[in-house]
């Protein structure tokens, strides 16, 4: 009788079970999520109004600076005049102060306040206007600008944008670095995450000496095949509430902020106007929006903007079966490894031995990472994402970039051509390993243990251990 | 019930096992005695195919011994122990149906075995919350619970306290009643003595001396096993 589905069974359940499962599925991308939100929440909501009087002794600032919708700017005639003012008044928030300095232009602008510190808003408004007045007097007056000059100066702008000449649609090459990077990292992680534990799970049925019963009803291969498939099972019900709450949180953020989905689609359509029509008209109308938006003080991050217009061109259920794929049998190549490696030792310090020339290559791709990225399609990337000990990082970098089918066929060929390769011989060292307490292996043991049809020898001093 | 015939097993430059042969008798207790590393623990494994001899055979109730046949033994390894983090119940219940029970009638005879040795409130504690020899009383009890033919316990009582060594020695027996065949691997002369039918002594990968305890003590004008062991293992 197969005993493999009673072994995945316990291994999956046993973890499954755990409240640490649940605490990593659930609770930690929800406190991403938060943290990320908190800061977008609390920078939409409508501050206090802040009122600020301007003491200006060289005369350079008054009545330059201009109130927003947070801030409302009080011109005052002296110093002393505005500090009683400040003192007897609760709705006055600072005092902006450019002392008179007798040669050159002023240095040091001051914000005197009460008690409470003023918010970061008024001070970088107040921070931005003095800097912005300052230099438009310096043109105004050296060089003869407008002010009106000078905004056409400062508007100018102008966006390279990587296209696709067949499709017309934006390269985005930030949004692929990044949802590359992070596909890469996320394989690697769950890769050795899950690895590890198979690992780890060896050794506990070595060190429990568990294996000894469990290997009269199962081969030690099922054993180990069993472990390694329900650790896995494990990693993919982790994978796929991750995607399920990430959803959930997708369509949340849509429901309550449809505007920035709205913008961004708006954008989308127009870019594919542009590319038949003028350019010209398009950078106009973005500049006009731009300049609306900023006007609103809706302060959407325009690079925020371009990383949803960025992923709402990417193919995700192409990425989530390629990172599935890869993580599949990248996991089934390393897990393999990791098992053998747990059954050759008896803790977890002496494991280093055997688990850091696995890590090696994964982690290698892991820190050329900048290098590929900057030539996804140079030899380098292509190499590293054909070796089926590398690829599964380096091909998930590369796939948003673009990569040749063929490329793609036969990294994944090799792949499936290696894990099983590595299967087996991580079977044969286990099988040896796994009965041989109380001794560490040596290189030259696993050597051994894989051209061998034999087991290792009990340890005959480990029974003196219970000798009465 | 088990011959062994001329089985012999090397690692490496090592003779584990040199041409040992044996008869394990129906419904006997067949103590395996000797020294440490004398084999006794290769041979077991060899009997409960996790290793596989180099040459020689073996025979269950008659036949060539089959894997299927290692269904049919129940076995307490001297290195023994259990999933820690797991619960009792679960534990047992899971290594039970490794063995080819189905739940149902697993719960229901660890309930029965529970009860009897007075464990049942343990079910659904974590195993490593028990004593040792807590623990120890779980693992007899899910070795036996499959209605082994052929029990092999491999030094059953270390780390049993003598109230609960009692008990175990009990138990034994009452399977012996019921026609378990059992082999019992030890140290302990006392106890071997107490309990076994028959002997076999291997040291240095041999049998030293073998046949039915009576004989041998006889022959060794009575003296107590510990010192037939001594004697023999020194000459």
Same mark, same amino acid.
């Given at each position: 009788?197969?005993?493999?589905?009673?072994?995945?069974?316990?291994?999956?359940?046993?973890?499954?079970?755990?409240?640490? %499962?649940?605490?990593?599925?659930?609770?930690?991308?929800?406190?991403?999520?938060?943290?990320?939100?908190?800061?977008?929440?609390?920078?939409?909501?409508?501050?206090?109004?802040?009122?600020?009087?301007?003491?200006?002794?060289?005369?350079?600032?008054?009545?330059?600076?201009?109130?927003?919708?947070?801030?409302?700017?009080?011109?005052?005639?002296?110093? *002393?005049?505005?500090?009683?003012?400040?003192?007897?008044?609760?709705?006055?928030?600072?005092?902006?102060?450019?002392?008179?300095?007798?040669?050159?232009?002023?240095?040091?602008?001051?914000?005197?306040?009460?008690?409470?510190?003023?918010?970061?808003?008024?001070?970088?408004?107040?921070?931005?206007?003095?800097?912005?007045?300052?230099?438009?007097?310096?043109?105004?007056?050296?060089?003869?600008?407008?002010? *009106?000059?000078?905004?056409?100066?400062?508007?100018?702008?102008?966006?390279?944008?990587?296209?696709?000449? &067949?499709?017309?649609?934006?390269?985005?090459?930030?949004?692929?670095?990044?949802?590359?990077?992070?596909?890469?990292?996320?394989?690697?992680?769950?890769?050795?995450?899950?690895?590890?534990?198979?690992?780890?799970?060896?050794?506990?049925?070595?060190?429990?000496?568990?294996?000894?019963?469990?290997?009269?009803?199962?081969?030690?291969?099922?054993?180990?095949?069993?472990?390694?498939?329900?650790?896995?099972?494990?990693?993919?019900?982790?994978?796929?509430?991750?995607?399920?709450?990430?959803?959930?949180?997708?369509?949340?953020?849509?429901?309550?902020?449809?505007?920035?989905?709205?913008?961004?689609?708006?954008?989308?359509?127009?870019?594919?106007?542009?590319?038949?029509?003028?350019?010209?008209?398009?950078?106009?109308?973005?500049?006009?929006?731009?300049?609306?938006?900023?006007?609103?003080?809706?302060?959407?991050?325009?690079?925020?903007? *371009?990383?949803?217009?960025?992923?709402?061109?990417?193919? %995700?259920?192409?990425?989530?079966?390629?990172?599935?794929?890869?993580?599949?049998?990248?996991?089934?190549?390393?897990?393999?490894?990791?098992?053998?490696?747990?059954?050759?030792?008896? $803790?977890?310090?002496?494991?280093?031995?055997?688990?850091?020339?696995?890590?090696?290559?994964?982690?290698?791709?892991?820190?050329?990472?900048?290098?590929?990225?900057?030539?996804?399609?140079?030899?380098?990337?292509?190499?590293?994402?054909?070796?089926?000990?590398?690829?599964?990082?380096?091909?998930?970098?590369?796939?948003?970039?673009?990569?040749?089918?063929?490329?793609?066929?036969?990294?994944?060929?090799?792949?499936?051509?290696?894990?099983?390769?590595?299967?087996?011989?991580?079977?044969?060292?286990?099988?040896?390993?796994?009965?041989?307490?109380?001794?560490?292996?040596?290189?030259?043991?696993?050597?051994?243990?894989?051209?061998?049809?034999?087991?290792?020898?009990?340890?005959?001093?480990?029974?003196?251990?219970?000798?009465? | 019930?088990?011959?062994?015939? $001329?089985?012999?097993?090397?690692?490496?430059?090592?003779?584990?096992?040199?041409?040992?042969?044996?008869?394990?008798?129906?419904?006997?207790?067949?103590?395996?005695?000797?020294?440490?590393?004398?084999?006794?623990?290769?041979?077991?494994?060899?009997?409960?195919?996790?290793?596989?001899?180099?040459?020689?055979?073996?025979?269950?109730?008659?036949?060539?011994?089959?894997?299927?046949?290692?269904?049919?033994?129940?076995?307490?390894? &001297?290195?023994?122990?259990?999933?820690?983090?797991?619960?009792?119940?679960?534990?047992?219940?899971?290594?039970?149906?490794?063995?080819?029970? *189905?739940?149902?009638?697993?719960?229901?005879?660890?309930?029965?075995?529970?009860?009897?040795?007075?464990?049942?409130?343990?079910?659904?504690?974590?195993?490593?919350?028990?004593?040792?020899?807590?623990?120890?009383?779980?693992? %007899?009890?899910?070795?036996?619970?499959?209605?082994?033919?052929?029990?092999?316990?491999?030094?059953? %009582?270390?780390?049993?306290?003598?109230?609960?060594?009692?008990?175990?020695?009990?138990?034994?027996?009452?399977?012996?009643?019921?026609?378990?065949?059992?082999?019992?691997?030890?140290?302990?002369?006392?106890?071997?003595?107490?309990?076994?039918?028959?002997?076999?002594?291997?040291?240095?990968?041999?049998?030293?001396?073998?046949?039915?305890?009576?004989?041998?003590?006889?022959?060794?004008?009575?003296?107590?096993?510990?010192?037939?062991?001594?004697?023999?293992?020194?000459?």
């Amino acid at each position: 009788m197969n005993k493999i589905p009673l072994v995945i069974q316990r291994e999956y359940l046993t973890r499954v079970k755990k409240p640490s %499962f649940w605490i990593l599925t659930i609770v930690v991308p929800v406190l991403l999520a938060v943290v990320y939100a908190i800061p977008i929440i609390l920078a939409s909501r409508p501050l206090e109004h802040a009122h600020v009087l301007v003491v200006d002794d060289t005369g350079l600032f008054q009545d330059q600076f201009r109130s927003s919708r947070d801030i409302t700017y009080h011109g005052a005639g002296s110093i *002393d005049y505005a500090r009683r003012q400040l003192q007897q008044h609760d709705s006055l928030d600072a005092i902006i102060y450019i002392p008179a300095r007798e040669t050159t232009l002023p240095r040091d602008a001051y914000l005197f306040y009460r008690s409470d510190t003023p918010s970061l808003t008024v001070q970088t408004d107040a921070q931005n206007q003095l800097q912005e007045i300052l230099r438009n007097r310096i043109l105004l007056d050296v060089h003869g600008l407008t002010p *009106d000059d000078y905004a056409l100066l400062t508007s100018t702008h102008i966006r390279l944008r990587a296209q696709d000449i &067949e499709t017309g649609r934006d390269g985005f090459l930030q949004v692929k670095i990044v949802v590359g990077a992070l596909l890469a990292l996320l394989v690697f992680i769950a890769v050795f995450m899950f690895g590890s534990q198979v690992m780890r799970g060896v050794m506990e049925e070595k060190t429990s000496r568990i294996v000894e019963i469990i290997v009269c009803s199962v081969k030690p291969f099922q054993l180990m095949m069993g472990k390694v498939v329900g650790i896995g099972l494990v990693g993919l019900t982790q994978f796929a509430l991750w995607v399920l709450l990430a959803g959930a949180l997708v369509t949340g953020v849509q429901l309550t902020h449809a505007d920035l989905f709205e913008q961004a689609s708006a954008r989308h359509s127009k870019t594919e106007i542009a590319t038949k029509g003028s350019e010209a008209t398009y950078q106009y109308q973005t500049e006009q929006e731009r300049a609306a938006q900023y006007q609103a003080g809706q302060g959407i991050d325009n690079s925020l903007q *371009d990383l949803i217009e960025g992923l709402t061109g990417i193919n %995700f259920a192409m990425l989530i079966l390629l990172f599935l794929f890869y993580f599949v049998f990248g996991y089934l190549l390393y897990a393999s490894l990791f098992a053998a490696a747990g059954s050759l030792v008896d $803790n977890e310090t002496d494991s280093q031995q055997f688990t850091l020339p696995l890590t090696i290559p994964l982690l290698l791709t892991l820190l050329l990472l900048p290098s590929m990225v900057g030539q996804p399609s140079g030899s380098l990337s292509v190499w590293l994402s054909l070796i089926p000990f590398t690829s599964p990082v380096a091909m998930l970098l590369r796939i948003p970039f673009g990569v040749p089918f063929w490329q793609v066929l036969l990294s994944m060929l090799l792949l499936l051509a290696t894990f099983p390769l590595c299967i087996w011989a991580a079977a044969k060292v286990y099988r040896s390993a796994i009965l041989r307490y109380g001794q560490k292996a040596s290189w030259r043991e696993v050597w051994h243990f894989l051209r061998s049809n034999t087991e290792a020898r009990p340890s005959a001093h480990s029974s003196a251990s219970h000798t009465q | 019930m088990l011959t062994i015939d $001329n089985i012999s097993k090397t690692y490496g430059s090592f003779r584990a096992l040199d041409g040992i042969n044996l008869h394990v008798g129906q419904g006997k207790v067949f103590g395996l005695l000797g020294p440490n590393g004398a084999g006794k623990t290769t041979l077991i494994r060899i009997i409960n195919h996790i290793i596989a001899p180099d040459s020689g055979s073996i025979l269950f109730s008659g036949h060539p011994m089959t894997a299927e046949d290692v269904a049919q033994i129940g076995y307490l390894p &001297e290195e023994r122990g259990l999933y820690k983090k797991m619960r009792v119940g679960e534990q047992a219940v899971y290594l039970a149906r490794l063995k080819g029970l *189905d739940k149902t009638t697993a719960e229901q005879r660890l309930h029965q075995w529970f009860g009897r040795l007075e464990i049942d409130s343990w079910w659904n504690r974590r195993v490593e919350e028990l004593s040792k020899g807590m623990q120890q009383k779980v693992q %007899f009890v899910v070795t036996v619970l499959h209605n082994p033919a052929l029990l092999i316990l491999d030094e059953p %009582f270390s780390g049993f306290d003598p109230v609960n060594a009692d008990l175990l020695k009990r138990e034994i027996l009452r399977l012996k009643e019921q026609g378990t065949t059992i082999i019992f691997s030890t140290h302990n002369m006392p106890s071997a003595e107490e309990l076994c039918d028959d002997i076999a002594l291997i040291h240095h990968a041999r049998v030293m001396l073998c046949g039915p305890l009576a004989d041998i003590k006889a022959s060794h004008q009575g003296l107590p096993l510990d010192r037939i062991f001594i004697n023999t293992v020194q000459n």
